[in-house]
């Protein structure tokens, strides 16, 4: 018997592919954002507010990302934009080497920022990389304030925090101070941002954050080519 | 459920360096995979007697490493490790930390014929 040491990361395939992803979006000079949430938050709802609030500003596109069917695509469609919907067949999470082949049969040439969402879930799709520059999770009221706690992983791996249907707080007992508490604790750099996708409160903030990080990366490239 | 995907991963990264040691069997795969990685090892090991058949594997055992989540508090800097849901800091109350341990996953090593 002989013991070999292997010291690989299990995620290694993955990542390399996720570089491959970066390469391909950096090239095209494409900001893509990785939307991670729990069924029902509200993924779908703000990237059809996020097309919207940056119509004329910048061009959008999206990938879909979900167990089974085309549902979540055809309605991001009727915006217009390009999109992809990519089915897991009940697969828990988006990964780099699905993500790979829709970036292909997406005009990224014509997409300035590509939003990429994800399968709801709050636990698996926290950490892998798929390519993207930016991860941001969405919460919603009727979770509960207390998904820091259970799902704390997912909130220490993002840039952005956003609570959605805040329409509903006069309705529920959900406590804001303490969960944008929690989320200060568990990962300080992330920016909080509380939207409704029903009324559009705090839609516009949330897209000049994207807009902002748009510029900074055309910016910080502006000398490549 | 994405356990199909890594176990796959795994044996692929095994029977890499297994066919790279010149090795007519890997009888053992020693896995690093700390708390906060979201691996249930019984599912791994479940789609390992699936797929390990009919590859250099076959028969092989797992053998899961468990690293426990460790943080060190943003406030004191003291290291601890969380209690179920409590991510908070023992010592001086403060919630959330830094994680310093506890999202590892990775291959250590093999054990080879």
């Known amino acids: ?35 991670m949430a729990s069924p029902g938050a509200g993924k779908t709802s ?46 828990c999470r988006l990964d780099a080497n699905m993500v790979r082949p829709a970036l292909h049969e997406l005009p990224l040439d014509e997409i300035d920022l590509l939003l990429i969402e994800n399968v709801g879930n709050l636990v ?24 820091p706690y259970k799902y704390p992983g997912i909130f220490t791996v993002v840039d952005a925090v956003v609570i959605n249907k805040t ?25 909080f941002f509380q939207i409704s996708c029903k009324t559009g409160e705090g839609i516009s903030q949330w897209a000049q954050w994207l807009a902002d990080k748009f510029a900074a990366g055309a910016r910080s490239t502006a000398g490549d080519v | 459920m994405h356990e199909l995907a890594i176990t796959e991963e795994i044996l692929r990264i095994a029977v890499t360096h297994g066919e790279r040691a010149d090795a007519r069997r890997i009888t053992d795969i020693h896995v690093v ?9 019984d599912s791994v090991q479940f789609y390992f007697d699936f797929l390990s058949p009919n590859t250099l594997a076959a028969g092989g055992k797992l053998h899961f490493q468990r690293i426990a989540a460790r943080l060190r508090c943003r406030q004191c800097a003291f290291e601890f490790e969380p209690q179920g849901m409590e991510w908070q800091c023992p010592r001086c109350q403060a919630i959330g930390g830094e994680v310093v341990a506890g999202q590892e996953f990775f291959v250590e090593s093999i054990e080879v014929e």
Do not use: W
């Not at chain 1, 119509?55 to 069917?69: K, M, Q, W, Y």
């Open chain 1, 124 to 147: 698996c799709p926290a950490g892998l990389a798929l390519g993207e520059h930016l991860n941001v999770v969405i919460s919603s009221i009727p979770e509960g304030d207390d998904k």
């Open chain 2, 33 to 41: 995979i700390g708390d906060l990685s979201s691996v249930v090892d």
């Open chain 1, 1 to 35: 018997m002989v013991k070999v040491k292997v010291l690989e990361q299990v995620a290694k395939a993955n990542d390399q592919i996720a570089l491959q992803n970066r390469q391909l979006l950096d090239g095209t000079r494409t900001l893509a954002v990785n939307l």
């Open chain 1, 46 to 91: 703000l990237v059809m507010r996020t097309i919207e609030a940056l119509r004329g500003r910048l061009r959008v596109g999206a990938i879909e990302g979900d167990t089974a069917s085309q549902v979540d695509a055809d309605r991001v469609a009727t915006t217009g934009v390009p999109v992809v919907q990519i089915n897991t067949g009940g697969g």
């Open chain 1, 167 to 191: 329409d509903l707080l006069p309705y529920l007992e959900f406590d804001l101070p303490t969960f944008r508490q929690l989320i200060a604790g568990l990962n300080p750099h992330a920016c």
